[in-house]
Each structure stands twice: as structure tokens, then as C-alpha cells.
């Protein structure tokens, strides 16, 4: 979980690396992708996923299996706390929600 929160994370940066400062330059690029709905979807349900992981109450055998140390928590929750950012910075965007919104009504 923390591969896949790490690279989700990281993902989205390098597209404010590679693309712009600017959150409208990106809200702009992610627009003109057919498949915009579905980052954003797979976005938030990781999103979802890391958070319901960090709320569960850990047994003995899951601290055991998933996590090895609180360093592992420590990340996971810096990971998760940087992409909620990152959707947040995108959805502050009025013509990103509005075209989101629209695509998904489609």
C-alpha cells in the first residue's frame, strides 16, 4: 500500500514538474485528456483507500504482514496528506470541477 500511495503521489507532482507551476495549466492538460474522470476516480479511491487503511484498527497479525514500522505509517500518511493537496489545489479550479462534472454526467 505504501508502493501504490508513494506512486500516486509522485505522479501527481511530476505532472506539476513536467507541465506548470500553475494549477489552471494543469487543470488544463488533465481536461483535454479523454480518460480525465478516471484519474481522478482512481485518484480519490486511493486516496480513500490509504485513509481507511490508516483508520483501522491494527491487529496483531496485520502490524505483523502490512505494517513493519511506524515509519510505514508515518509515510503512508504524508503520502496520502500530499495528493489529498493535490486534488484539492485541482478542484479549487472552477472550469476543472465544471468540465469534471460534465464528463461524468456523460
Same mark, same amino acid.
Given at each position: 500500500?505504501?508502493? $501504490? &500511495?508513494?506512486?500516486?503521489?509522485?505522479?501527481? $507532482?511530476?505532472?506539476?514538474?513536467?507541465? &506548470?507551476?500553475?494549477?489552471?495549466?494543469?487543470?488544463?492538460?488533465?481536461?483535454?485528456? @479523454? !480518460?480525465?474522470?478516471?484519474?481522478?476516480?482512481?485518484?480519490?479511491?486511493?486516496?480513500?483507500?490509504?485513509?481507511?487503511?490508516?483508520?483501522?484498527? @491494527?491487529?496483531? +497479525?496485520?502490524?505483523?504482514?502490512?505494517? +513493519?514500522?511506524?515509519?510505514? %505509517? $508515518?509515510? /503512508?500518511?504524508?503520502?496520502? !496528506?500530499? &495528493? %489529498?493537496?493535490?486534488?484539492?489545489?485541482?478542484?479549487?479550479?472552477?472550469?476543472?470541477? !465544471?468540465? /469534471? %462534472? !460534465?464528463?461524468?454526467?456523460?
Amino acid at each position: 500500500m505504501v508502493l $501504490y &500511495s508513494a506512486l500516486l503521489s509522485n505522479s501527481m $507532482y511530476l505532472l506539476k514538474a513536467f507541465i &506548470s507551476s500553475e494549477w489552471k495549466d494543469i487543470a488544463d492538460v488533465l481536461l483535454a485528456h @479523454p !480518460e480525465v474522470v478516471d484519474f481522478t476516480t482512481a485518484a480519490l479511491t486511493a486516496v480513500r483507500l490509504t485513509i481507511n487503511l490508516l483508520q483501522a484498527k @491494527p491487529t496483531t +497479525q496485520c502490524i505483523n504482514s502490512r505494517m +513493519q514500522s511506524n515509519n510505514e %505509517v $508515518y509515510c /503512508l500518511f504524508h503520502l496520502c !496528506e500530499s &495528493s %489529498v493537496q493535490f486534488i484539492q489545489s485541482l478542484c479549487k479550479q472552477l472550469l476543472f470541477r !465544471e468540465r /469534471l %462534472v !460534465e464528463k461524468k454526467v456523460k
